[in-house]
């Protein structure tokens, strides 16, 4: 059974892409009442473009209990070869967080999710040992509000530094099966470049392009490895909402997703240079 960083990399190269797209289905925005229908036709018309997807659970979750039958029945409609992240942001104490990871992991059958580190490293571990699935910590969030506590300057043994800096640190040691990555907005890229320095080789989950107003050019030229991969870039919005009408939702879809991808290449392509 391949890991989550085995599927994300061979969808990555297979549809040349670093993009997610969020299935992250809002009714008031949605041309078509059906969800399930709704997510289908996003997933059959970008299957081709993407590395991965990222529902929000929160979506499914405010739809009550037939919103948890929609999630279940739009995973079934993504390809097995694509990964799916859960954007749950789960974190509590030792033994919630197993059932958490549980949840997650065995009963949703989530290939990666996203986790917050308030907690610390023992509200986190039920998460990373499950070495084939990805564990992205949050560590420096696309919202304005994340600098409220994220920048804040933190001292240890006489050295400052920002908060987020200190998460990613903190995520490289617990590193131990490959299986953690950070969570870094788009909209933050001077940080992005802090952090790819601290952590190498991690892989990047970079929400925040598209509505949000995030920074391609430069999330893509400080989010990728040596080697132009190491990073996702999610959109939601800018690319399922591309059209308000009914008869062509779908194929807007598509081509927002296209030209974000095609774009992400060519800001990865001038960077490889």
Same mark, same amino acid.
């Given at each position: 059974?391949? #890991?989550?960083?085995?599927?994300?990399?061979?969808?990555?190269?297979?549809? #040349?892409?670093?993009?997610?797209?969020?299935?992250?289905?809002?009714?008031?925005?949605?041309?078509?009442?059906?969800?399930?229908?709704?997510?289908?036709?996003?997933?059959?018309?970008?299957?081709?473009?993407?590395?991965? =997807?990222?529902?929000?659970?929160?979506?499914?979750?405010?739809?009550?209990?037939?919103?948890?039958?929609?999630?279940?029945?739009?995973?079934?409609?993504?390809?097995?070869?694509?990964?799916?992240?859960?954007?749950?942001?789960?974190?509590?104490?030792?033994? #919630?967080?197993?059932?958490?990871?549980?949840?997650?992991?065995?009963?949703?059958?989530?290939?990666?999710?996203?986790?917050?580190?308030?907690?610390?490293?023992?509200?986190?571990?039920?998460?990373?040992? =499950?070495?084939?699935?990805?564990?992205?910590?949050?560590?420096?969030?696309?919202? +304005?509000?994340?600098?409220?506590?994220?920048?804040?300057?933190?001292?240890?043994?006489?050295?400052?530094? +920002?908060? =987020?800096? =200190?998460?990613?640190?903190?995520?490289?040691?617990?590193?131990?099966?490959?299986?953690?990555?950070?969570?870094?907005?788009?909209?933050?890229?001077?940080?992005?470049?802090?952090?790819?320095?601290?952590?190498?080789?991690?892989?990047?989950?970079?929400?925040?392009?598209?509505?949000?107003?995030?920074?391609?050019?430069?999330?893509?030229?400080?989010?990728?490895?040596?080697?132009?991969?190491?990073?996702?870039?999610?959109?939601?919005?800018?690319?399922?909402?591309?059209?308000?009408?009914?008869?062509?939702?779908?194929?807007?879809?598509?081509?927002?997703?296209?030209?974000?991808?095609?774009?992400?290449?060519?800001?990865?392509?001038?960077?490889?240079?």
């Amino acid at each position: 059974m391949s #890991t989550f960083h085995e599927k994300l990399i061979s969808a990555s190269r297979k549809n #040349t892409s670093l993009l997610c797209v969020g299935l992250d289905p809002d009714p008031a925005l949605m041309p078509v009442k059906n969800v399930v229908e709704f997510n289908r036709a996003i997933i059959e018309a970008t299957a081709d473009l993407v590395c991965c =997807y990222k529902p929000n659970l929160a979506f499914y979750e405010s739809m009550g209990y037939p919103g948890l039958e929609t999630l279940k029945l739009t995973l079934e409609h993504i390809p097995n070869d694509i990964p799916v992240i859960g954007d749950a942001k789960r974190g509590d104490i030792g033994s #919630t967080a197993q059932a958490y990871a549980s949840a997650m992991f065995q009963q949703w059958g989530f290939d990666a999710l996203t986790v917050n580190p308030y907690l610390g490293m023992d509200a986190l571990d039920p998460f990373f040992e =499950y070495a084939d699935k990805g564990v992205l910590v949050l560590c420096h969030t696309s919202n +304005p509000g994340a600098a409220d506590f994220q920048e804040l300057l933190v001292e240890q043994e006489g050295e400052y530094r +920002p908060l =987020y800096e =200190y998460v990613a640190l903190k995520a490289s040691a617990w590193n131990r099966h490959g299986n953690v990555g950070l969570v870094m907005g788009a909209t933050y890229p001077q940080q992005m470049q802090k952090v790819r320095e601290i952590c190498p080789d991690m892989l990047i989950l970079a929400p925040g392009i598209g509505t949000q107003g995030g920074d391609l050019e430069n999330t893509v030229k400080y989010g990728v490895n040596t080697n132009g991969e190491g990073l996702i870039i999610n959109s939601s919005r800018s690319i399922i909402f591309a059209s308000k009408d009914s008869a062509d939702y779908a194929e807007k879809a598509k081509l927002a997703a296209q030209e974000l991808r095609d774009s992400i290449n060519r800001a990865r392509s001038e960077i490889m240079l």
